[in-house]
């Protein structure tokens, strides 16, 4: 019990003192996974709005599988996207791997299928007629598609927060095709697990602490929105 | 005249089978055309490929003579769904939406909007969300949504059939009302034959994606081609006349040389159609006979149709009329087509179906 108060009091000392390294792996898990996130809303809402509006032969296999993919385990996507960047690897030759682009591109690879789904979920739950309503009103089928996506904002502000869930607290990929590397890829989880491994619990105990508080300021940001804009 | 739109061999098909098959159709300026059917006659598809949201496997929109891209053709007309479908967001965002869509600026919208919310009686809703509206206000909101746009052609699919009546009848009469003022070119897909009365000029009444009649709204009503299209329509006899006189609860319109005095309101001069249930007519073969009727004229059988336990006695008065006889009546009267006859009805029997 001891050890855990100390290791809160430690934490809280860094914490005060904005200790460079936590403050710098601190920012840079930010970065990669808002990043991350940003793409695999992208490629998500893009790929819900195709599986949610269209109409095509096996479309419900790739639902599934889409479904499937929203418990992908991380480590399976370390290692396969490990293989993909390895050195004679298909895209080994670009040279990413341990870099932060590895990490964002493994982290896309597990948000993308979250997003997907609950994409499609949401788009899914408006009544069907609604399309041909918005083209009725003279709209463009872009424009038909924006207006269906700002009806379903308030579902995919939750997707959005399940992809952005599913990227910060993720270990295994991370580590696996970023390598901890210190000052180039480590993040909040990976530096956890090391810390932990070394018995530094003190610097442990901190970078989890920011890493809660992080998921919690991001979720509290969105989900203000979500329900600011839910009508009364 | 060209027509204003004019469908020319629409099919549309399911997987293998045709939901739709409409040699041809046609809707005038100003017109109001009902498509009445059961549910599944095809009467939502038709609406929809009319409007140009589904694209038929085959078949020709002309509108004014011109076959238009879908996305032009939109711009011009506009359509309403039994569901409101209106957007999260309050009723005027609402209201504005299609304006939005059609590039109007923003001074012109706020005009626009508040003359469609007060003609359809939304103007104290604009500021509320659209999610807090009842079923009627909100189909308000939708109807005033349409007209905003001032469209060339509204199509109305069942937009009544999820109200209540007392709340339906209210919307019925203002979209009468707003038709009439606009001269709003409509096509309306019902299952009601009154609601089709009350606003269409003609009826096309469906069946398996077929018409099986079209013509004047009162020819199909008064004359169904076949007992399909009876059961469907053929309640009552409608005519169509000028009001000649009113006072006193009382109003009377121009009918086969003489008057048919109706209970209610009208102003003279107006343009009405009138119902009279086939029930509440009565047949001699004396014309001085003791009744309490007001509304008594001499006519020739035309045509007499068994229905159910009665037989359905039509008649030539000048104009259309139809009574239910029993077949014992039918006997003691000696009817037979061509048989000359009295109908009598009161001025309490007779019903305004539209102004």
Redesign the interface.
Known sequence: MELLWEGIRKAFDLLRTLDPEVLGITLFTLKVTLLATLASLVLGLGAGLALALTQFPGRRVVISLVNTGMGLPPVVVGLFVTMFLWRNGPLGGFELLYTPSAIILAQTVIATPIITGISVAALQQL?P??R??I??????RP?MLW?LV??ARLPLLAAVMAGFGGVISEVGASLMVGGNIKGSTRVLTTATVMETGKGNFDVAIALSLILLALTFAVNAVLTHIQQRER?? | MTALLRAEDLLVRRGDATVLDVPGLELEEGGVLALIGPNGSGKSTLLKTLASLMAPARGTLLFRGEALRPEAYRRLVTMVFQAPLLFDATVRANLESGLKLHGVPAAERGTRVAAAARRLGVESLLDRSARNLSGGEAQRTALARAFVLRPEILFLDEPFSALDPPTREALLDDLAGVLRETRTATVIATHDQMEALRLADRIAVLREGRIVQYGPATEVINRPADAFVAEFVGMEAVLSGRVEGAGQGEFRVAAGGGFVVAAGEAVPGEEVRIGIRPENVTLSTQAEARSSARNSFSGTVTRIVPRGPFFKVELDCGFFLAAYVTPVSLEELGLAEGSRVVARFKATAVHLLRR
Request: proline share 12%; charged share 25%.
């Open positions: 009544p007629d609604l041909l309503q083209l009725s009103l003279g709209a463009t424009q207006l700002r009806e009508p009364r």
